[in-house]
């Protein structure tokens, strides 16, 4: 492949966003106002709402919102009283963040940049860092995790949507194992083939040292998990999950 994979998934999510689809409806002006009176829900996997206990006060803390353009979250988190930050490759996801912010009057900073580069931030930038699923379209996710520990401060939170790896495993009908791991279409061309005939974007399959590994070796100290279904399909109805959602907190101190 000639063309950067993440230059297609950019691509493929305007898209998705122009055609509605369900990651990328901004909220409304109505859960706006629910939100400053501190009624809110939030999600980083698919069907449940993150604890509030997961969040420290969100008067004046400083959030950036890692691959979560959209407009989902950070509305919600400004209503708080939080200073918010987004990150996304989506031009679409990029553009509604903005005009929530324009239709609800508070500013936001939009940043339209990938996330498998380095971040462009200063170090100890942030208090938190919201990251839905999004790690599934990148290829290596270990870098991310470093550069989040870079920009939060000491005790800053990462909250992270992860997957574990059910969903490549099985058919468009959920119901047979027809895939090995890792999914990498950048090394099988049969998946590749797979995901472009289905619209999927460039995806990949992650493990769990990978993932929570990952944030251990960066610095991170994992304080609580939970798992979570699709959402939709046979695999959610059967209850089984296919994504977990973490929350850990960065210990700079040697």
Known sequence: MTENYQ????????????????????VTHEEYLEALNGKWEVKLTPVKSVPHSWFPDMKGLKILGLAS??????????????????????SRQIESELMVARREG????????DMTKPLPFEDNSFDLI???VSNCYIEKVEPVFKECARVLRNGGVLLCGLD????????????????????NPLKNEEQMKLLLDEDCGIQFSHTLEEQI??????GFI??????????????????????????AVISKII
């Open 7 to 26: 230059d297609i998934n950019s691509r493929t999510i305007d898209r998705w966003a122009d055609e509605q689809w369900e990651w990328s409806i901004p």
């Open 69 to 90: 353009g959209g407009a989902q979250q950070m509305p919600l988190f400004t209503a708080l009283g939080s200073r918010c930050t987004v990150l996304d490759y989506s």
């Open 106 to 113: 508070y500013s936001i900073n939009a940043v339209r940049a």
């Open 130 to 132: 919201f990251h839905p």
């Open 164 to 183: 574990n790896g059910v969903n490549y495993i099985t058919d468009g009908e959920e119901e047979k194992i027809c895939n090995s791991l890792p999914f």
């Open 213 to 218: 590994g990952g944030q251990l070796k960066a």
């Open 222 to 247: 994992l304080t609580d998990l939970y798992e979570d279904t699709n959402g939709e399909g046979r695999l959610h109805e059967m209850n089984i999950p296919s994504f977990l959602a973490t929350r």
